[in-house]
Structure formats: structure tokens, C-alpha cells
DNA sequence: CATCACGAAACTTAAATAGTTACGAGAATA
DNA sequence: TATTCTCGTAACTATTTAAGTTTCGTGATG
């Protein structure tokens, strides 16, 4: 596995709960599935738990299950749960005594946060229960 | 300097070169205005000639100049020029046996596709002479 | 022909991310 | 109550990527 990883296990993970929401996970399980360490999952989920998308138990029968309805998460809800911009604008800039830096940081800014807007907009028109959809796989 | 610091770098240097550009600048100047190294700069400034955006002499009166006239450069081409995709799609995905994935794949692709479009649709509406503007800096 | 600048290759350093190991806490089961 | 299972978290290692550096060759100028 390689680099933004997380987005992507976070998304393949809710779109199989979507297909069967009852069915508690346990993260060595996700991980088997998704070709990678339980420990990677627990952290990625983790992220999700805060966001109010999962629940996670502990225990003998513990694990993780969605929060709420697949059709009530999105795919900007995961996008978002995870924060990790994948609009990437340079980096956070101090104060620059160059106008042009300055006048350029300004603009690109602009286009950036419009851009992420309007990403987040199209990924909050498809929920997992959709992408899911008529599945029977696997997991 | 840190991550992704190649397009910075462009639109910095370019946005200077607009408000001169009749002037021949070095790598050597441009690095140490930039904070880095002048073989980072002829790095990053090889892809722009690359795309005909800068013309580079050797030589006694050497360096680096527009290529053609602020006016007509905008950001997009720049942008293009590096061609590092700053909408990072996961990652090049090999055929997945699995069809959630693969449905995943599919819609974020699509979308990531859509947003850098209008990333470029954006940044193409400003030229460097825009953003070089009122200035009359010390590069 | 001496100097200056780019071009490019090879290498080193630094940062970010994933992967791993390890251990503690809580919950179900026996 | 003891055992077992699973999450939560911290600390560490390994991998990958990008930046920075060194070095040498080439062409142009004076
Ligand atoms: S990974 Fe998607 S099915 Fe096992
Ligand atoms: S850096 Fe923008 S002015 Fe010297």
C-alpha cells in the first residue's frame, strides 16, 4: 500500500458495510481484506468514530459497524472525517515581504478553497449505500 | 522548503520575470531569492521550457527569460507544464477482483477528473501579468 | 582560452506515510 | 473469577517521495 491510503481504505470499507450493516467488523478482518495491518485500520476507522460514522466495541463480540443508515453517509462525510486536504496548496505560508508571493498565495488560495468546495459538493451526491449498491461480495 | 514546493517556485519566479521580462535572470539569483538551491531551480525551470513557456541561454549572459509575453502566460500553463497532479487520485490501481472497489474507483475518479478540469478552467483566467501587477520588488 | 551559465547524472538528506510491536482497558464468555 | 477477544494508543521501524547537494560536461561570451 501506498501513499493516501487512508481515503481509500476508509472508502472500500464503508462501501462493504453499506452492502451488509449489521454485520459487526473486526479490524483484522478489514485488514485482511484491504491488504494491510489492524493497527492501520484502528487508526483510520478511528478518525471515522470521531465523526460520528462508526461505532466501534470492544470486547468478545467487539468490532466496528456503521453509525447510521448507508444512506445517510457520504462520500464527502468520509472525505471530511478524514481531513486530510487532498487539495494541497503549497503549504501553510508565513507572512511574506514578497508582494508577488504575496499577490500569487492570495490568488491560488482563492481557486483552492473553491475547488475543494465544489470536490466536497460531488462527493456529498453519492452515499456508500449507492456505491455499495447491489454487491454480495466477500466481506 | 518542504512538500510540493515545485509549483511555488514557478508561479513565484514567473510572476517576477512578468513585471521584467526583458531582464536575464541566473539560476543562481532566482535560487537565493527563492531560499534553495540552483539546481532545484533549473529543475523546475527545465519543465517550463520544456513547454515553451521560458527560453534558457548559457554562457556569459546567460539565464533565464519568458519565452513569450506575461500577457499570455497564464497560471494554468504553468500549472500544466509541471504536470504533478495536485488532485491525487489514491494512487494507479491495478484491475480489483473487487467490485465495490472497483465501483469506488470508478466515482471518485470521475469526480477527481471533473474538479482538476475546473481547477484549470480557473487558474487559466489569470494571467502572470495579473498577478505580477503594481510591482516593483527587489528580484 | 578563461569564464560563466545551463544540463544532467548521481548521491545525500529530510520529511511524510505506512507498517509493526507491544501493552493496557473494557466486554463477553465460560 | 479467569480467560479470551478486541479496541485504543504509544513507540518504534521501514518505505517512499521530494528536496538539496556535489560534480562534471557543454555551449556561449568576452
Ligand atoms: S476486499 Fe472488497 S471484498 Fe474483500
Ligand atoms: S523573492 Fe519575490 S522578491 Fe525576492
Redesign the pocket.
Known amino acids: 500500500?501506498?501513499?493516501?491510503?487512508?481515503l481509500s481504505?476508509a472508502l472500500h470499507t464503508l462501501g462493504h458495510m453499506a452492502v451488509n450493516p449489521r454485520k459487526m467488523?473486526?479490524?483484522?478482518?478489514?485488514a485482511e481484506h484491504?491488504?494491510?495491518?489492524?493497527?492501520?485500520?484502528?487508526?483510520?476507522?478511528?478518525k471515522l468514530?470521531q465523526a460520528g460514522l462508526l461505532i466501534?466495541?470492544?470486547?468478545?463480540?467487539?468490532?466496528?459497524q456503521l453509525a447510521r443508515e448507508p444512506q445517510e453517509i457520504t462520500l464527502a462525510d468520509i472525505y471530511l472525517a478524514l481531513d486530510?486536504s487532498l487539495i494541497a496548496t503549497g503549504r501553510t505560508e508565513e507572512p511574506s515581504r514578497c508582494s508577488v508571493e504575496h499577490a500569487l498565495h492570495q490568488k491560488v488560495a482563492s481557486v483552492m478553497a473553491d475547488i475543494e468546495k465544489s470536490l466536497i459538493e460531488r462527493l456529498a451526491s453519492t452515499t456508500i449505500a449507492e456505491v455499495g449498491g447491489a454487491e454480495s461480495g466477500h466481506l
Open positions: 500500500m501506498k501513499r493516501n491510503s487512508r481504505l467488523r473486526t479490524s483484522a478482518e478489514i484491504a491488504g494491510t495491518n489492524p493497527v492501520v485500520v484502528r487508526r483510520v476507522l478511528g468514530r466501534s466495541e470492544k470486547g468478545h463480540a467487539g468490532g466496528w486530510e
